[in-house]
């Protein structure tokens, strides 16, 4: 026997609760931020961020006593300080959630321009909030009986794309009516994410008076550890680059692949961005162009590593001009690409 929900409303009795008409929803996911600058706000995120164990993978009582008692006592300074740097005062958010609510309200426009009201697009964090379990909630409330959920990595990484879905997959534990639920793979390889990518390395390096000696195209790291056991994210970077280059028809002394973000003592991913762009401008190498494919909304790591740090290094290595190129964010051919995954992945689905 069908339930009122599957049959309709129409074919409740007439002392049934009240059901909202059902939907589809696409939950985008992006990694985090705090909710504010202030050594509190740091330290609750950071914990929930550094004590994930797909993020850290070193034993519990040999990493917490070290996280809890060293590094959550000092690091929420420095990192609250770096945050003021990039802190949006006027909204009292970080880039990473205004463009990531960007993002967000462009592919939903889009879609109902295609399915109209059948379709629910909303945003969630893995860390801090708006969390993936209160999405998850207000989805299932709505009346979404599946759930497409997206993780905005397009290179997948276990410390990325499947902790999200790990949030994910508990939160629908949650659920008494839990939904359909489909996750949304990564999509480095994607025509048009490629597309995407190599126009706005064309347009920025049009915007330039001199061309650029070389292009940096600078992921974010992982132990090398990682690799060694079968992550596969090195290997799609790589074809990322590989990709972006063969569209720009560039040489392969035009474009470099480096990895950024060290942190700990173990060997990450090689060469590091911080250090070879130093080597690049003592080769003479005076102007660079950075580009970073591995996010796909500017954040922390972009607007202040990449354009402070690892930029600092250039520079003080005999570098010139240094030309950071924005991630793809909320611009029309990022919102097109994202779109293009998820009508493939609604597939059967409406």
Same mark, same amino acid.
């Given at each position: 026997?069908?339930?009122?929900? %599957?049959?309709?409303?129409?074919?409740?009795?007439?002392?049934?609760?009240?059901?909202?008409?059902?939907?589809?929803?696409?939950?985008?996911?992006?990694?985090?931020?705090?909710?504010?600058?202030?050594?509190?706000?740091?330290?609750? /995120?950071?914990?929930?961020?550094?004590?994930?164990?797909?993020?850290?993978?070193?034993?519990?009582?040999?990493?917490?006593?070290?996280?809890?008692?060293?590094?959550?006592?000092?690091?929420?300074?420095?990192?609250?300080?770096?945050?003021?740097?990039?802190?949006?005062? #006027?909204?009292?958010?970080?880039?990473?959630?205004?463009?990531?609510?960007?993002?967000?309200?462009? *592919?939903?426009?889009?879609?109902?321009?295609?399915?109209?009201?059948? *379709?629910?697009?909303?945003?969630?964090?893995?860390? @801090?909030?708006? +969390?993936?379990?209160?999405?998850?909630?207000?989805?299932?409330?709505?009346?979404?009986?599946?759930?497409?959920?997206? =993780?905005? /990595?397009?290179? /997948?990484?276990?410390?990325?794309?499947?902790?999200?879905?790990? #949030?994910?997959?508990?939160?629908?534990?949650?659920?008494?009516?839990?939904?359909?639920? !489909?996750?949304?793979?990564?999509?480095?390889?994607?025509?048009?994410?490629?597309?995407?990518?190599?126009?706005?390395?064309?347009?920025? &390096?049009?915007?330039?008076?001199?061309?650029?000696?070389?292009?940096?195209? %600078?992921?974010?790291?992982?132990?090398? !550890?990682?690799?060694?056991?079968?992550?596969? &994210?090195?290997?799609?970077?790589?074809?990322?680059?590989?990709?972006?280059?063969? !569209?720009?028809?560039?040489?392969?002394?035009?474009?470099?692949?480096?990895?950024? +973000?060290?942190?700990? !003592?173990?060997?990450?991913?090689?060469?590091?961005?911080?250090?070879?762009?130093?080597?690049?401008?003592?080769?003479?190498?005076?102007?660079?162009? *950075?580009?970073? =494919?591995?996010?796909?909304?500017?954040?922390?790591?972009?607007?202040?590593?990449?354009?402070?740090?690892?930029?600092?290094?250039?520079?003080?290595?005999?570098?010139?001009?240094?030309?950071?190129?924005?991630?793809? $964010?909320?611009?029309?051919?990022?919102?097109?690409?994202?779109?293009? *995954?998820?009508?493939? $992945?609604? @597939?059967?689905?409406?």
């Amino acid at each position: 026997m069908r339930d009122a929900h %599957s049959a309709g409303t129409s074919a409740a009795p007439a002392d049934h609760p009240a059901l909202p008409p059902r939907k589809i929803g696409v939950l985008l996911a992006n990694l985090g931020t705090p909710d504010a600058t202030d050594y509190w706000s740091m330290r609750r /995120y950071l914990n929930e961020f550094l004590s994930d164990h797909r993020v850290i993978d070193l034993p519990r009582w040999k990493w917490q006593p070290l996280l809890q008692l060293v590094i959550l006592t000092k690091r929420p300074f420095t990192s609250g300080a770096n945050y003021k740097l990039i802190w949006d005062q #006027a909204r009292n958010e970080s880039p990473l959630m205004t463009i990531t609510r960007d993002q967000t309200h462009a *592919v939903a426009e889009a879609l109902k321009a295609e399915y109209g009201d059948r *379709v629910m697009v909303d945003f969630c964090m893995r860390y @801090g909030n708006p +969390s993936t379990k209160s999405k998850v909630q207000a989805m299932v409330a709505a009346g979404c009986e599946k759930i497409l959920f997206f =993780p905005l /990595y397009p290179q /997948y990484a276990g410390a990325t794309t499947a902790t999200a879905n790990d #949030a994910f997959f508990r939160a629908l534990m949650q659920e008494k009516r839990q939904p359909a639920a !489909r996750t949304v793979p990564d999509y480095f390889e994607h025509p048009l994410y490629i597309e995407a990518l190599a126009a706005s390395v064309e347009r920025a &390096y049009a915007s330039l008076d001199h061309r650029p000696d070389m292009l940096v195209v %600078s992921y974010h790291g992982m132990p090398k !550890r990682y690799l060694e056991e079968g992550d596969p &994210y090195h290997c799609k970077c790589q074809k990322t680059s590989r990709l972006l280059r063969e !569209r720009l028809g560039w040489d392969k002394t035009e474009i470099t692949t480096t990895f950024q +973000s060290v942190f700990g !003592r173990e060997e990450w991913l090689r060469p590091y961005t911080v250090e070879h762009v130093a080597e690049l401008a003592k080769q003479g190498k005076k102007r660079i162009a *950075v580009i970073a =494919p591995a996010f796909s909304a500017d954040c922390i790591e972009t607007l202040e590593e990449i354009k402070g740090e690892i930029c600092e290094s250039f520079e003080h290595a005999g570098g010139e001009v240094f030309t950071y190129i924005p991630c793809l $964010n909320a611009e029309p051919a990022h919102i097109t690409a994202l779109t293009a *995954v998820i009508r493939e $992945n609604l @597939g059967g689905w409406i």
